[in-house]
Nanobody
Framework: QAQLVESGGGSVQAGGSLRLSCEAP????????MGWFRQAPGKEREGVAI????????AYVDSVKGRFTISQDNGQNTLYLQMNSLSPEDTAMYYC?????????????????????WGQGTQVTVSS
């Protein structure tokens, strides 16, 4: 069973950037939907960026479009989230998640309940 490990979180001032990484040592994510979710205190966990590793198609929640970029390395065992122009509203615990999907079909789910594998999370704090 794949274990996901996030890294790259931290504290940054508004307008700054961070890059999150998600690795699964010894595991290759071919034909997986992979995503970055975040959860702020008192709020539900929301999907912010999703990628299908089979064709690199991506999708983003409106609030991060144009600021965040999800990508994968060529070996398909590391997932990234480049976050630019960060604002205090982006403060949250960020989680990497994945589930297997053989065909791209209609795309990847944005529902957290469909994601089978989860990391422990990495904290992102943006100060004004």
């Amino acid at each position: 069973q794949a274990q996901l490990v996030e890294s790259g979180g931290g504290s940054v001032q508004a307008g700054g950037s961070l890059r999150l990484s998600c690795e699964a040592p010894g595991y290759t994510f071919s034909r997986y939907c992979m995503g970055w979710f975040r959860q702020a205190p008192g709020k539900e966990r929301e999907g912010v960026a999703i990628i299908y590793t089979g064709n690199s198609n991506t999708a983003y929640v409106d609030s991060v479009k144009g600021r965040f970029t999800i990508s994968q390395d060529n070996g398909q065992n590391t997932l990234y989230l480049q976050m630019n122009s960060l604002s205090p509203e982006d403060t949250a615990m960020y989680y990497c998640a994945a589930y297997f999907q053989f065909f791209y079909g209609g795309g990847c789910s944005r529902s957290r309940s469909d994601y089978k594998y989860w990391g422990q999370g990495t904290q992102v704090t943006v100060s004004s």
